[in-house]
């Protein structure tokens, strides 16, 4: 089973500030093929509470600050905070994940798949 794992983009800062970039297949570890972003959220806001079958993830607080709380089937935890731009975390298949929001954060997620509700697992009853 894979594991999630917590990934540094590349950066370039400078006096104009910072460019932070990911090049497909050599940053992170599959094809995107969607790209959602989460934006105007209050303050602890959880979203997510959910597990996909066979999609996998990379998130990314481009703004503000997420606590990521991940479970496998297992019981295997791994929480995370992502709080940089160019921090980011893989979810592979099959980790139920449960994200808290800080107010203003932006979140942008790179997904292996298009959207299709048949990967989602959203009943914790159905993933253990």
Not at 35 to 60: C, F, M, N, S
Not at 82 to 89: N, Q, S
Request: hydrophobic share 35%.
């Amino acid at each position: 089973m894979k594991k999630p794992e917590v990934y540094t983009f590349d950066s370039k800062p400078d006096l104009r500030g910072n460019l932070t970039y990911l090049e497909e297949l050599k940053s992170i570890p599959f094809e995107i093929k969607r790209v959602y972003w989460l934006y105007d959220l209050p303050e602890q806001q959880v979203r997510g509470d959910h597990a996909h079958k066979t999609g996998e993830q990379v998130i990314v607080a481009i703004k503000g600050k997420v606590e990521v709380l991940l479970e496998s089937k297992k019981g295997d935890l791994f929480n995370c905070t992502l709080d940089k731009a160019d921090k980011a975390l893989y979810i592979p298949p099959m980790w139920w994940g449960r994200m808290i929001f800080r107010k203003d954060t932006i979140m942008i997620g790179l997904a292996s798949d298009e959207f299709d509700e048949n990967d989602y697992i959203r009943k914790r009853s159905e993933f253990k």
